[in-house]
Antibody
Framework: QVQLQESGPGLVKPSETLSLTCTVS????????WSWLRQSPAKGLEWIGN???????NYNPYLKTRVSISLDTSKNQFSLKLSSVTAADTAVYYC???????????WGQGVLVTVSS | DIQVTQSPSILSASVGDRVTITCRAS??????LAWYQQKPGKAPHLLIY???SLQSGVPSRFSGSGSGTEFTLTISSLQPDDFATYYC??????????FGQGTKVEFK
């Protein structure tokens, strides 16, 4: 059974870049979209973007200018970069798998990222 | 963007109750609506996709119905493990995916 695990700093300073990595185990990258989402009391659950196993990306239009998602299949990892963060980016960040035939069917446990000086 | 609105925000119920949660969309979704369960400190867990398809391993007391702009999640007989927050998600391919604001099912 596929497992996903987020990793990265839990504290980021305002105006800096948030960087997170998701490590996938027990499953293949092939034929899936690999996604980042976040959840905060203010905005609820919010889709950030995804990357197809072949490298094509899609981003939430509201975050598009600040987001980059990349894939490293040799390490079974995909990564998120969110630039110019503010306190509004404080949230629990999740990585998830998105099969083309269903929707987000496997999630990481989530990591709290706080934006503060 | 397509907005989805859940009701109620909070639902008080007892074990054994039949529970229904509604999700309304600002535009037609066809059948591209999913339901998730989330417990405190945990990630959302997929229950239903494509409005009425039960995800593998999910108990049959959960069911989904609807199409277009109105959808429901029904729990036929509420169990102690079902007290949680439930979210709907629209995934119409022509719009970024969005989630409802959640319905908390609490003990009456």
């Amino acid at each position: 059974q596929v497992q996903l695990q987020e990793s990265g700093p839990g504290l980021v300073k305002p105006s800096e870049t948030l960087s997170l990595t998701c490590t996938v185990s027990g499953g293949s990258f092939t034929n899936y979209y690999w996604s980042w989402l976040r959840q905060s009391p203010a905005k609820g659950l919010e889709w950030i973007g995804n990357i197809y196993y072949r490298g094509t990306t899609n981003y939430n239009p509201y975050l598009k200018t600040r987001v980059s998602i990349s894939l490293d299949t040799s390490k079974n990892q995909f990564s998120l970069k969110l630039s110019s963060v503010t306190a509004a980016d404080t949230a629990v960040y999740y990585c998830a798998r998105y099969p083309p035939t269903t929707t987000f069917d496997s999630w990481g446990q989530g990591v709290l990222v706080t934006v503060s000086s | 963007d397509i907005q989805v609105t859940q009701s109620p925000s909070i639902l008080s119920a007892s074990v054994g109750d039949r529970v229904t949660i509604t999700c309304r969309a600002s535009q037609s979704l066809g059948s591209y609506l999913a339901w998730y369960q989330q417990k405190p400190g945990k990630a959302p867990h997929l229950l239903i996709y494509k409005a009425s398809s039960l995800q593998s391993g999910v108990p049959s007391r959960f069911s989904g119905s609807g199409s277009g702009t109105e959808f429901t999640l029904t729990i036929s007989s509420l169990q102690p493990d079902d007290f949680a927050t439930y979210y709907c998600q629209q995934y119409n391919s022509y719009s970024p995916t969005t989630f409802g604001q959640g319905t908390k099912v609490e003990f009456k």
